[in-house]
């Protein structure tokens, strides 16, 4: 299905990086387009996102500061609603009365797309296995993309790439609501732990949302899935193509680590790609990472010694596991990234030192009693708290006898408390367990505004 945007009308709700995008490209091929936000437009402005090339601009029409009346909606060809906003609020309550059907913005910019796409989801890990798999299809001499939840927005170059093409294409459970036709080539998930549950209400919605990444693969496609993460590993049974695993535990039919080498094992066919140890990635979590990239690539016939080479030299992403600096002998490092308590966990495990950690953010409902406990377990010097979630770490650091806990009220305070507390040999770890959004527009401000302060100690 291709939309038709020439002549028809798109209501956009949201005007972020992709709400804004999409807009232009309509705009562009003759179409109208509605580009709605709660947020005013001086807010909007705030974030970067270039909000304001939107206006006078032939073809979109803002509204800021409000939702859309039923007038603007009534007649739209299709509303497109973008990553952050939920498919419960009032113009979506609207847009179903009026019989618009809601699509997600990869949906929309999927039905223009004529090449091959890798996608991968899962509550951790997305962005690294996604941004290592596209340097892979790169530097493996294929015409490639990487967007989705990371880098340009999938309309960008939807309708310009090649049959020949591939996309890494990061997607979120929120966007996979809203699947219909996405239909990947091969598709990766990573693993499936409680995860925007203020959301997705279940843990039965969230899995359920996480699997529509395969329901339209079939035949020769191929699913990768976390062999160690039972929630993952059972979902073989609702996939219709084949599928593998990777595994950092066990032998299995994909890849897995044995004796500290990553073992790819498919088809008949088992050698050695890397040792964990010869990359620039941190943990064995980036070595799961590693698995799922480097399948993907294998299975659409990227050469081995490419994939090899690629693996040595791939620097870490940014906002995951980030080196920033060193000062007074206290190494800092970025994992904004981490924005679930599981996720969080997984950044301690790949430090084997001294620590103090800044923790919280928005409420998602996660729980934080186990975080806890790992940290009062680990070599933790302190926690240093901030944010909406403040007052439930601090009970769930009550409840493990954890009394390291340091409150404050904003980032500026938490890296000098940082500094003050952290001695030489130690790492302070920015890994929020939480969301950005009680106090950034996102994750990627969260840290740079970490990376700033730390550089300015």
């Known amino acids: 299905m291709e939309f038709k945007v020439n002549g028809n009308k798109f209501v956009i709700i949201g005007a972020g990086r992709s709400g804004i995008c999409v807009a232009k490209f309509i ?60 498919d419960t609020i009032p113009p979506c309550v609207v847009a179903r009365e009026e019989g618009v059907e809601i699509y997600s913005e990869i949906e929309f910019a999927y039905s223009f797309y004529k090449g091959a796409v890798v996608a991968i989801t899962g509550t951790n890990g997305k962005t690294t296995t996604t941004t290592l798999t596209g340097e892979l299809f790169r530097n493996g001499g294929k015409e490639t993309y990487v967007g989705g939840n990371i880098g340009d927005p999938f309309i960008n170059y939807a309708k310009d790439a090649s049959e020949d093409s591939y996309i890494a294409l990061e997607i ?82 994909g890849a897995y680590l044995e004796n500290n080498e990553i073992i790819i094992n498919m088809d008949g066919n088992s050698f050695s790609l890397i040792r964990p140890d010869e990359m620039k990635l941190l943990g064995l979590h980036n070595a799961a990472n590693t698995m799922c990239a480097s399948l993907a690539a294998y299975i659409c016939g990227i050469d081995i010694d490419s994939i090899k080479n690629t693996l040595r030299n791939f620097e870490p992403v940014e906002h995951r596991m980030e080196y920033v600096a060193t000062k007074n002998g206290v190494i800092y490092v970025n994992d904004s990234k981490g924005t679930n308590p599981e996720a969080t966990m997984v950044a301690l495990d790949a430090i084997q030192s001294g620590l103090v950690i800044i923790l919280g953010g928005y409420d998602k409902h996660s729980e934080f009693d186990e975080l806890l406990e790992i940290i009062k377990n680990k070599d933790t010097r302190a926690c240093v708290v901030l944010g909406a979630t403040t007052q439930k ?28 507390l952290a001695k030489e040999g130690d790492y302070v770890l920015l890994s929020p367990a939480c969301a950005s959004w009680d106090m950034f527009d996102s994750y990627e401000t969260r840290g740079r505004v970490f990376k700033e302060l730390v550089r300015n100690l």
């Open 27 to 86: 705009a562009k091929n003759g179409g109208t387009a509605l580009l709605c936000d709660t947020k005013e437009f001086e807010q909007l402005k705030k974030e970067g996102f270039g909000v304001e090339t939107t206006l006078n601009v032939e073809g979109i029409i803002t509204h800021f500061g409000a939702n859309p009346d039923r007038n603007d909606i009534r007649g739209a060809y299709a509303m497109i609603l973008s990553p952050g906003a939920p």
């Open 172 to 253: 979120s459970s929120f966007q996979l609501s809203q699947n219909r036709k996405l239909h990947p080539k091969v598709a990766v998930i990573t693993n499936i732990t409680p995860d925007h549950l203020d959301r997705h209400k279940t843990m039965e919605n969230y899995i359920a949302a996480k699997a529509r990444v395969f329901e339209n693969m079939t035949g020769d496609d191929v699913v990768i899935l976390n062999y160690d993460d039972p929630l993952t590993r059972e979902l073989h049974s609702l996939v219709k193509c084949k599928y593998v695993y990777f595994s950092l535990k066990e032998k299995v039919e």
């Open 393 to 420: 770490i601090v009970d769930s650091a009550n409840k493990a006898g954890y009394d390291r806990i340091y409150k404050v009220e904003n980032y500026e305070q938490a890296v000098a408390k940082c500094a003050e």
